[in-house]
């Protein structure tokens, strides 16, 4: 019988690779870049969670100037093991700044951004990163609005302006996305090296995407849950951001740098 993938089944809850399918799961590794402001509430919980994921994982965590008593507990958790690398920003300077000093950090085959809150659920990772190892993506998103998974029922306008945004975004990449916005990217690191990312704050998001789409990258979509927080819960993006990110949208795909067309090497890494 024909191996169906189970993200093509769009499985719910807390889907995990079936070891049975011959994907190379152990030969793989997975940096998981955290970039963390004032999560002191959360974090610990989110890194236990991502811990057990049934994965070789790399954790990288990225503090951008938290004053809230997170840059004290970060070192704490790493002694602890549940981080493997831990980078602390001695001023706050946004969440793009902290992703790009996280993706330089990290060693992974594969890379993929996780929240240092718990609006997205870790245990989903192996049904991203299956695509990529099936070798029929080079980065996969999770959309919140494929209806794949549980949603907290939240922030109306919240969801219009992000549904405007990747409608821009997809007019100028010429992809049909659905959540540009997305915190869920997962990218093949010797591609995501190739790419010139430069937005310090929330414009690392189409500036990603933007790229991605220069560069060529077979781009993959799937469903996933969401719990998003309201602002009283510790939600930091706001309106000025969404109005931002129209500038960013428009920068990123018309102004340079831009990123070169990437060559795809016959075998991936893990393949060799």
Same mark, same amino acid.
């Given at each position: 019988m024909e191996h169906v993938p189970s993200w093509v089944r769009s499985p719910r809850g807390r889907p995990v690779p079936e070891r049975g399918t011959p994907l190379p799961w152990d030969r793989v590794v997975l940096s998981v870049v955290i970039p963390c402001y004032n999560?002191?509430?959360?974090?610990?919980?989110?890194?236990?969670?991502?811990?057990?994921v049934p994965l070789r994982l790399e954790v990288v965590v990225v503090d951008d100037g938290s004053r809230d008593g997170t840059r004290e507990l970060l070192?704490?958790?790493?002694?602890? !093991?549940?981080?493997?690398?831990?980078?602390?920003h001695p001023a706050n300077r946004g969440k793009g700044a902290a992703l790009r000093t996280g993706f330089k950090e990290a060693t992974g085959h594969v890379?993929?951004?996780?929240?240092?809150?718990?609006?997205?659920?870790?245990?989903?990772?192996?049904?991203?990163?299956?695509?990529?190892?099936? !070798?029929?993506?080079?980065?996969?998103y999770g959309s919140r609005f494929l209806g794949g998974g549980p949603h907290r029922v939240h922030l109306f306008?919240?969801?219009?302006?992000?549904?405007?945004?990747?409608?821009?975004?997809?007019?100028?990449?010429?992809?049909?996305?659905?959540?540009?916005?997305t915190c869920y990217k997962m990218v093949r690191r010797d591609l995501l090296e190739t790419l010139p990312l430069t937005r310090e704050r929330f414009g690392i998001e189409p500036e990603l995407t933007a790229r991605l789409s220069q560069a060529g990258a077979r781009i993959y979509e799937?469903?996933?849950?969401?719990? !998003?927080?309201?602002?009283?819960e510790g939600k930091k993006i706001g309106w000025k951001d969404g109005v931002a990110a129209f500038w960013h949208i428009f920068r990123s795909n018309l102004l340079p740098p831009k990123a070169q067309r990437w060559e795809r090497p016959e075998r991936a890494?893990?393949?060799e």
């Open positions: 999560e002191r509430d959360t974090v610990e919980m989110l890194l236990r969670r991502v811990r057990e070192p704490q958790l790493e002694e602890e !093991g549940l981080i493997d690398t831990l980078v602390l890379v993929v951004v996780q929240d240092a809150d718990l609006e997205y659920d870790p245990y989903e990772l192996p049904m991203l990163l299956e695509p990529i190892l099936e !070798g029929w993506a080079d980065a996969v306008w919240h969801s219009v302006g992000n549904r405007a945004l990747t409608l821009l975004s997809n007019v100028f990449t010429d992809l049909n996305l659905t959540d540009m916005e799937l469903p996933i849950s969401y719990r !998003g927080r309201s602002y009283s890494e893990w393949e």
